[in-house]
């Protein structure tokens, strides 16, 4: 198709999605959680349909990818991402919020009141289910959202808005307060320029997606998504509580931002990686051990899931069961090596030390971090925010995980009786 007609076709597209929002600001919040609530007993019911879809993806995937479980739907995923989005209709609504009011001296009333930002636009890889969890967390919050995912999911993001309109249909809303664009590189760069259109872009994915869509958007953009985590053993650390905390993180789901990709231990505890990591073996997850982690667990762990490390082992988002391990002198070198290499996303320690722990909290640079517990809780959902739309690693305006509050801006609304400014 000729570009310019391509581009054409977008901005109408883009335009009735802007009007969808604008209407969405008249429709009361009972209304938005009916549709919530219908929309999770329609996602169980066609959940066959989802499925067919969804393996036409899974079909032309190499099971072997890294994304591949993300694109993956099961029954029961589909059973857990309907959970959440009753979760959502049961939460408060983040819009109309008073966040401060005062009267002035001249008796004007002034209120800051949270407000949707509009239309948010997200750009995002293999991952259907990010389709239900952005239109639910959106239309809670009062916006439309434009989705851009990518070809791999095509069939089953097409499936979901097809349900997802069929919602807003039989509520007699407008069915483009979900949009969801075609999967070419011309409708994303289109999209990236859509000023007026699109108040603010978040992308999930990849680093190298994240990356793409920062240096090329000229509206708002919200990074989220890329996890390199790494977990601490401090020298005070508890061993049984570490390699459970260890496993855990690894190989909850391997494939997704919260995983653990490299173990940092304490130079006085080395002798413990065997039984560290021990139960890692059972699940087949290769190591890449630093010099002297390699000396230590030779011998210990199974040869051909026990490697070297090389520069390429630190820093590395693995997304599957794969991860490094090393080695330092003191909490401040690991603390160092992690600030060196996290993707500031979610960093744990593993002690008994409430002052170490307390020094590592305040200088590790993180959206998320743990004491004593398993970076795989970074989510929206198991912080009690229902689900998310993202796990920001940016500092401005939200930073991890970010669900309803974080898809409001606010206004001023002032109220007066006459007054006018002296000179």
């Not at 969804?54 to 993956?72: A, I, Q, T």
């Not at 089953?156 to 309109?165: D, E, F, G, P, W």
């Not at 240096?215 to 790494?230: D, K, Q």
């Amino acid at each position: 198709m000729n570009p310019e007609r391509t581009n054409m076709k977008i901005k109408e597209q883009l335009q009735k999605t802007l009007d969808a929002s604008r209407k969405l600001n008249l429709v009361d919040i009972d209304k938005v959680n009916a549709v919530l609530k219908e929309l999770a007993i329609q996602a169980r019911k066609k959940t066959d349909f989802i499925l067919h879809e969804n393996r036409k993806d899974l079909e032309r995937m190499d099971s072997s990818d890294p994304k591949y479980d993300r694109l993956k739907l099961t029954s029961e995923r589909i059973e857990g991402i309907a959970s959440d989005i009753e979760n959502v209709a049961s939460l408060e609504s983040p819009v109309g919020k008073v966040l401060k009011a005062s009267t002035r001296l001249n008796g004007l009333k002034i209120q800051k009141v949270t407000v949707p930002f509009g239309v948010i636009g997200i750009i995002y890889e293999a991952r259907p289910n990010v389709t239900f969890d952005v239109f639910a967390l959106c239309l809670k919050s009062g916006n439309a959202c434009v989705l851009k995912g990518g070809s791999d999911a095509i069939d089953s993001n097409r499936a979901i808005v097809s349900v997802i309109q069929d919602v807003l249909r039989k509520f007699d809303l407008d069915e483009n307060t979900v949009t969801l664009l075609p999967a070419g590189r011309e409708e994303t760069n289109e999209m990236l320029r859509a000023h007026g259109y699109i108040d603010l872009i978040i992308p999930r994915g990849s680093q190298s997606l994240i990356n793409f869509v920062r240096e090329n958007a000229t509206i708002p953009v919200i990074e989220t998504g890329a996890g390199i985590c790494h977990t601490y053993f401090d020298k005070f650390g508890d061993l049984e509580k570490g390699s459970e905390i260890v496993f855990n993180a690894k190989t909850r789901r391997p494939s997704v931002c919260n995983a653990l990709d490299c173990l940092v231990v304490h130079e006085s505890r080395k002798t413990d990686l065997p039984e560290l990591t021990k139960k890692l073996a059972s699940e087949s997850v290769i190591i890449y051990a630093d010099e002297e982690a390699y000396k230590i667990m030779k011998g210990h762990y199974p040869e051909q899931l026990l490697f070297p490390a090389t520069t390429e082992s630190f820093g590395t988002e693995f997304l599957s069961l794969k991860m490094a391990v090393k080695t330092v002198n003191c909490i401040f070198d690991a603390i160092d090596h992690i600030n060196l290499y996290s993707s500031k996303h979610s960093e744990a320690i593993i002690s008994d030390d409430q002052g170490r722990i307390s020094t590592f909290i305040k200088l590790v640079d993180a959206s998320s971090v743990y004491s004593n517990a398993s970076t795989a809780f970074t989510d929206g959902a198991q912080f009690g925010l229902g689900a998310e739309i993202g796990i920001s690693t940016q500092k401005l305006h939200a930073r991890g995980p970010m669900a309803l509050e974080e898809l409001t801006s606010y206004k001023w609304i002032i109220e007066g009786t006459g007054q006018v400014r002296p000179k």
